[in-house]
C-alpha cells in the first residue's frame, strides 16, 4: 500500500506515470514505510478497531462487513496522517503553504487510497491467506458470526500481509521496469 500510494504521489506531481516513478519511489519507501508501520502498529490500528467496532457488531454483522469496515476506518485515519508526512518531508517550501500543501495532498491521496485499499491490497491479503489460516481465524460462533479477538489478529495480520505484499509486488515492478 505504501508503495502504491509513493508511486501515485510522485506520478502525480510528475504529471504522468512512466518507468522513473517505480524508481523513484523506492528512494522514499524505507522512510514512507516506517512512518506507517509505527502509526499504524502503535496508534492507528488501535483506534480504528475501536471506532469500527462502534459501527458494526461481530454478533449480528457479517464478517465481510467487520473487515470492510475497519479497512475503510484505518485508510480514514492513516491518508490525512501519511498526507502530513509527506508534505513536510517531500512538499515543504514555507509556513505559510503548509497547510494549503498538505490539505491538497490529502483530498488527491483519499479517493486513490480508499479504492486501492478495498478493491486490490484487502482482495489481495485474502488470496494470500490459504483457506486453512483464515477458518482458523475465523473462529465461527453460531450462525457464521466470527469473535471480536479474532477480528483482531486477523486484521493485525492482514496488516503485516499488505504491507509486505505490496513492498515485494512493488520491488518486483520497480526491477522489471529498470530493465526495460
Known amino acids: 500500500m505504501v508503495y502504491a500510494m509513493?508511486?501515485?504521489?510522485?506520478?502525480?506531481?510528475?504529471?504522468?506515470?512512466?518507468?522513473?516513478?517505480f524508481r523513484a519511489?523506492?528512494?522514499e519507501l524505507p522512510l514512507m514505510c516506517l512512518i506507517?508501520?509505527?502509526?499504524?502498529?502503535?496508534?492507528?490500528?488501535?483506534?480504528?478497531?475501536?471506532?469500527?467496532?462502534?459501527?458494526?457488531?461481530?454478533?449480528?454483522?457479517a464478517p465481510v462487513l467487520i473487515t470492510t469496515t475497519i479497512s475503510a476506518v484505518i485508510?480514514?485515519?492513516?491518508c490525512p496522517l501519511?498526507?502530513?508526512a509527506a508534505s513536510l518531508l517531500f512538499h515543504f517550501s514555507s509556513w505559510r503553504e503548509a497547510f494549503a500543501r498538505w490539505v491538497q495532498i490529502w483530498f488527491c491521496n483519499f479517493p486513490m487510497a480508499l479504492l486501492y485499499q478495498l478493491?486490490?491490497?484487502?482482495?489481495?491479503?485474502a488470496?494470500?491467506?490459504?483457506?486453512?489460516?483464515?477458518?482458523?481465524?475465523?473462529?465461527?460462533?453460531p450462525k457464521g458470526r466470527i469473535k471480536r479477538t479474532a477480528v483482531r489478529v486477523?486484521?493485525?495480520?492482514?496488516?503485516?500481509t499488505v504491507y509486505f505484499f505490496c513492498l515485494g509486488g512493488g520491488l518486483f515492478v520497480s526491477f522489471g521496469a529498470a530493465r526495460s
Open 6 to 21: 509513493v508511486c501515485y504521489n510522485i506520478a502525480l506531481d510528475r504529471g504522468a506515470l512512466s518507468n522513473f516513478v
Open 75 to 78: 485508510v480514514c485515519l492513516m
Open 127 to 141: 488470496l494470500h491467506f490459504p483457506p486453512t489460516v483464515q477458518k482458523a481465524v475465523g473462529a465461527a460462533e
Open 36 to 61: 506507517a508501520f509505527v502509526l499504524e502498529f502503535f496508534l492507528i490500528g488501535r483506534v480504528a478497531q475501536k471506532l469500527a467496532f462502534r459501527l458494526v457488531r461481530p454478533e449480528r454483522d
Open 82 to 84: 501519511m498526507s502530513l
Open 119 to 125: 478493491f486490490f491490497c484487502r482482495t489481495a491479503g
Open 154 to 160: 486477523h486484521c493485525g495480520s492482514f496488516v503485516f
Open 25 to 27: 519511489a523506492l528512494s
